[in-house]
């Protein structure tokens, strides 16, 4: 699939040295490039071509700069990622673009194999944002449409059919429970613990697509997400730590009108072969695309056995990452179900 990438600079011979250095990748329909002079022409050039993949963009411009361009783009799409390229590659600078949303900064003269490098990472990372936000919604589609609207286009045989669709995946599952909601909402009208919830839950789940995973169902005040493919241990545990970050921000800036409610996160991932299917009943014509098996339970005992604001993993899971995250033994554990005491972790960061 053709990748297209709009180029925002004001220098007028960079357009010519792209198509020179990527002119045999051009000439294989494998990136289309569009180019603008500053921010403010690139932003008619997204409006115009939606579908852009990835920005690559200087600071210094007439009319807009980079940095104002950064801003703009995160409202307009949160999809496309940017890379800046600047001659500008002080650290205040490189810190500022990526508080503004930068994927990642190159800097000039250009070496044009790292850019193309850089290229393929960020593309690479659109597009798992794509599959994920694809996947989110067949799953809610298949959860809100049960009735005879749509379960009319299919008949018994096909449904059952696909009830038995499955296979064996390598992923990562992570339980996110919101410590003692359940008792704020006892005290606090129906309709204000439903918004107060959504904030939450809306807050955790963009952390959760930004590294690539996808909700699998909220339970009660819960979140069960799943991250699969490449590095899936390590993204469900960025994921985690920004979950947790971001509901204390939540609290740190509380929403006017809503209870003095403290929310602290408690959070089990494990990692392991596990079954991906659709679970559901013929009879009722529902389904549920999720995932199954003894490494998604041992993920929920392990949140329910970590206490507000701890991400618990097990020994096996922090050993596959212990040179890229800090945790500290937590000593062994019963759990239900299990036959010996777990060792586990909790992360650090």
Do not use: W
Request: aromatic fraction near 8%; charged fraction near 25%; proline fraction near 4%.
């Amino acid at each position: 699939m053709k990748a297209k990438i709009l180029v925002v600079d004001d220098e007028t011979d960079l357009e010519l040295l792209i198509k020179q250095k990527f002119r045999r990748q051009i000439r294989e329909n494998q990136y289309e490039f569009v180019f603008a002079k500053n921010g403010v022409e690139a932003l008619v050039k997204l409006q115009q071509q939606p579908d852009i993949d990835v920005v690559l963009s200087d600071i210094n411009m007439p009319e807009m700069d980079g940095l104002t361009l950064l801003t703009k783009l995160s409202e307009l799409s949160p999809l496309i990622k940017t890379v800046i390229i600047s001659a500008y590659g002080d650290m205040d600078n490189i810190r500022m673009a990526m508080n503004r949303g930068a994927y990642d900064f190159l800097g000039k003269p250009i070496n044009f194999e790292d850019l193309e490098l850089t290229m393929l990472k960020t593309l690479s990372h659109v597009a798992q944002l794509r599959e994920t936000l694809q996947a989110i919604k067949e799953n809610n589609i298949l959860r809100m449409y049960v009735d005879e609207t749509v379960l009319n286009f299919m008949s018994r045989r096909e449904f059952e059919s696909s009830l038995m669709t499955n296979e064996t995946v390598e992923a990562t599952v992570v339980f996110i429970d919101i410590c003692g909601f359940t008792a704020m909402s006892e005290r606090e009208p129906a309709d204000v613990v439903v918004q107060l919830l959504n904030s939450y839950f809306d807050a955790m789940a963009k952390e959760i697509i930004a590294q690539g995973g996808y909700v699998d169902k909220f339970i009660g005040d819960a979140i069960m997400a799943v991250f699969r493919g490449d590095f899936h241990l390590d993204r469900a545990i960025e994921a985690s730590l920004a979950a947790r970050a971001c509901i204390q921000a939540i609290y740190d800036s509380p929403l006017p009108g809503l209870p003095d409610f403290k929310p602290e996160v408690s959070i089990g991932i494990n990692s392991g072969e596990m079954v991906s299917g659709n679970i559901g009943s013929a009879t009722l014509r529902r389904l549920d695309y999720t995932v199954i098996g003894d490494a998604v339970n041992l993920a929920q005992r392990l949140q329910a056995a970590a206490k507000p604001g701890q991400i618990i993993l097990s020994e096996a899971a922090y050993d596959r990452v212990k040179e890229s995250f800090h945790g500290r033994p937590m000593g062994e554990i019963p759990l239900k179900n299990k036959a010996n005491p777990v060792k586990i972790y909790e992360m650090i960061g």
